[in-house]
């Protein structure tokens, strides 16, 4: 099999190949395919299921160099070793949104991620930073809710201060409490144009708030996401899990190396994991510095601090 790829006329070809052609070196040698620069396209030759790898490595490092500007040898081995993995990911776990992206699991622990909240109304994910915990229990609502398969998102978080207090910050309690629940903005976002987003949480189809708002109601035929659980008290984690209604999922996320409650109080998160744990029809995943999809660096900085807290 043979095809021909376009480049992207704003690339650095040298940027592109690498010094001394050593990404598409890489590539000949890690996907077993003849890659062949002529101007302004690559001509890729070899088994087809290898020359469909190769153009997908190919797709994910234009698309980098174009958005970063930069591409390293660290990039191109990532952009191989995700279609490594992807070679186990079943197409059916491909989440479609609004905004019509694909979104699609990138390691083998995002993959059980996924298949655990799609094969259980209740699940607990704890990870690192830059795993996808919110990224994708966002999707998988989204997705539902794009399906008609449930009728309303509620994505809350604990407003807990790190360092600071909430009295004290300026504005109203809105402006208050918008600064702990940006990150699940910016995931919705991500999924659905700016005006859609904006109708659904006018018409309460998709509510952001912070976790103590979800007291005293029962959700049903709902996405439920419970974000940053790892500062929750025991008590405001038996609320949450109290409000699972009829036809609905809830979705418990959290980093228990990144707690910000006092000394003396025990993560709501962590006692429900070890309460919780034996009981059939909940799921529970942990995700690691491997399953780290943002910028190189944070899976490295990840690793240093474990390594520190270790040593320490």
Not at 78 to 102: N, P, R
Not at 190 to 198: H, I, K, L, S
């Amino acid at each position: 099999m043979e095809i021909t790829i376009q480049l992207d006329s704003a690339h650095n070809r040298l940027e592109f190949f690498g010094p001394a052609d050593s990404h598409l070196r890489f590539l000949r040698k890690s996907l077993g395919v003849r890659i062949t620069a002529r101007q302004d396209y690559l001509v890729v030759t070899g088994k087809d299921s290898d020359v469909a790898k190769a153009a997908g490595v190919i797709d994910k490092m234009q698309k980098h160099l174009l958005k970063h500007r930069s591409l390293t040898a660290a990039d191109v081995s990532t952009f191989v070793g995700q279609d490594e993995q992807a070679k186990s990911l079943d197409a059916g776990l491909a989440i479609t949104v609004f905004s019509k992206k694909i979104i699609e699991p990138n390691t083998a622990g995002q993959l059980k991620y996924v298949e655990t909240m799609l094969g259980n109304d209740l699940s607990f994910c704890i990870g690192p930073a830059g795993t996808g915990k919110t990224y994708l229990a966002v999707a998988i609502a989204v997705s539902m809710l794009r399906k008609k398969q449930i009728r309303r998102i509620i994505l809350a978080r604990p407003a807990v201060e790190a360092g600071e207090k909430l009295g004290f910050l300026p504005g109203d309690l809105q402006a208050k409490v918008n600064p702990y629940l940006r990150p699940l903005f910016d995931a919705l976002q991500d999924m659905m144009d700016f005006a859609q987003m904006r109708k659904f949480m006018e018409l309460d189809i998709i509510e952001v708030i912070p976790l103590a708002f979800m007291r005293g109601r029962t959700l049903n035929e709902s996405v439920i996401i419970c974000d940053e659980a790892q500062n929750t008290m025991p008590l405001q984690m038996l609320m949450v899990l109290t409000r699972l209604g009829h036809g609905s999922k809830m979705i418990i996320t959290g980093d228990i190396t990144q707690i910000d409650l006092e000394k003396d109080q025990k993560s709501g998160m962590i006692e429900a994991v070890e309460t919780l744990r034996r009981i059939k029809g909940i799921g529970f995943v942990k995700l690691t510095q491997r399953d780290i999809v943002r910028h190189r660096l944070v899976q490295k900085i990840v690793l240093a601090y474990k390594k520190k807290t270790k040593a320490d």
